[in-house]
């Protein structure tokens, strides 16, 4: 099993929320209270997986000082007190429980994602699926994305596997390739897919690759290269997006922070806070089990992400974008798609196979390949031999579950 990462307090609403007053009457959080109201952050703010922490942070400071600048909640100011829990599962596990609300969809909804753009959008016939069996992330995803391509008219014409760390896919590639089908759906980890993409590709496997948010990785493109391209993934947000509400938080983002540009940890943190602070502001008071009431009654939050309303398992019911590896590993946005029995309102954001006008993205955005430069053909590995590419997926971005779902590997 992979560890627990704090990823996975990125995209709940891990916030700690005081309900009595302090000691020595600083700082007061009760119900009668009239000084600051305390937060508490749970993030990786040293470790491997720093920049997470980092990411999550700045879109959290980003939403306090914006409620502060509108007169706070009930006439009181916010003060965030964060925790680092260094990226350890020990350290992360602290916070977790019932005050536990997911700011971003579940793992399985991404499967049901990529079945409708491939049915719908793309028009495919025929799938196969290539998963790696040890990852609980992965299984989850082929099944659903099995479930309902199937569900939606499409045929499931081989379904083959693979275990972590693994370097060698060109047997499975080849019995794919021999089933003929239009596309291939590979809910990985971007240490693998890059690898599987330039095999395909090395098999005379043409077909544009699927897969879901384990994709969203700068390294995707330096492992895999130009064999991604015209391939699609599922995630939380793109910079690309012309939703006028994401482009707004974008150019807000970038000034408060010398031009960086959001990546998905920022907007998902920056949401994560909106709601939060919207639901303190419709609750009776300021304490906990107030806060919790009024969160658990959150029905479409207008957020960076997309519309959230949260289910009876805490779970947030929101829309997933679908993203094209582009030239030169450019992630180009390419829709919306809602959740099931949920309209788009705004048929610009619609998916489509194409980009109508590909812009350069700047944030999902992997480096340049060398001019001229093609994937080299894989060398056959020993039997049992594993990636040296797999000490990186630490530094990968997993996306987590409360408490009783499935988490990845």
């Known amino acids: 099993m992979r560890r627990m990462s704090a990823k996975f ?3 709940m609403l891990a916030v700690a929320i005081g309900c009595k007053k302090e000691q020595q009457g600083g700082g007061n959080v009760g119900a009668a209270d009239t000084g600051v109201i305390k ?4 993030g990786s703010m040293t470790g491997t997986e720093a920049t997470f922490g980092t990411s999550s ?5 980003l939403a306090v000082t914006e409620v502060n600048s509108q007169g706070g909640i009930k006439g009181r100011q916010v003060q965030v007190i964060a925790l680092d829990d260094e990226g350890k599962p020990e350290e992360a596990a602290t916070a977790v429980g019932d005050y536990i609300f997911r700011a971003c ?4 909804f991404q499967g049901y994602v990529m079945a409708k753009f491939a049915t719908e ?8 699926i290539l998963r790696d069996v040890r990852n609980d992330y992965s ?4 099944k659903v994305f099995n479930d309902n391509f199937t569900k939606m008219g499409g045929q499931i014409v081989d379904n083959e596997s693979y275990s972590s760390g693994d370097v060698d896919f060109k047997a499975q590639l080849t019995n794919i390739k021999g089933a003929a089908p239009n596309a291939l759906y590979v809910p990985g980890y971007y240490t693998d897919v890059g690898l599987i993409a330039r095999q395909a590709r090395e098999v005379g496997l043409t077909i544009p690759l699927l897969g879901g948010d384990g994709w969203d990785s700068e390294k995707l493109y330096e492992i895999g290269g130009a064999a991604l391209e015209g391939s699609f993934f599922s995630n939380h947000y793109s910079v690309d997006d012309p939703s006028p509400r994401i482009q707004e938080f974008v150019t807000k983002f970038k000034k408060a922070y010398g031009g960086q540009v959001p990546d998905s940890l920022a907007a998902q943190a920056y949401d994560a806070a909106g709601m939060l602070f919207d639901a303190m502001k419709r609750a009776k008071d300021v304490t906990g089990p107030s806060i919790r009431e009024a969160l658990a009654q959150t029905k479409d939050y207008r957020g960076v992400t997309g519309d959230i309303t949260m289910d009876e398992k805490r779970n947030a019911t929101k829309p997933a974008v679908v993203l094209r ?3 030169g590993g450019k992630y180009e946005f390419s829709g919306r798609i809602q959740p099931e029995g949920v309209k788009e309102t705004n048929p610009a954001e619609a998916p489509r196979a194409t980009p109508d006008s590909p812009k350069k993205t700047e944030g999902n955005t992997a480096p340049n390949a060398a001019p001229g430069a093609i994937p080299t053909p894989t060398p056959m590995p020993p039997v049992g031999a594993t990636s040296g590419a797999q000490s990186a997926a630490n530094t990968g971005q997993p996306q987590g579950v409360p408490a009783g779902e499935h988490s990845k590997k």
């Open 325 to 327: 590896v582009g030239k």
């Open 39 to 42: 937060v508490g952050e749970v």
């Open 121 to 128: 959008t793309l028009k495919l016939k025929k799938a196969a």
């Open 105 to 108: 969809f579940i793992d399985p």
């Open 57 to 61: 942070d700045r879109g959290i400071q």
């Open 9 to 11: 307090l990125v995209c």
């Open 139 to 142: 299984v989850g995803l082929a």
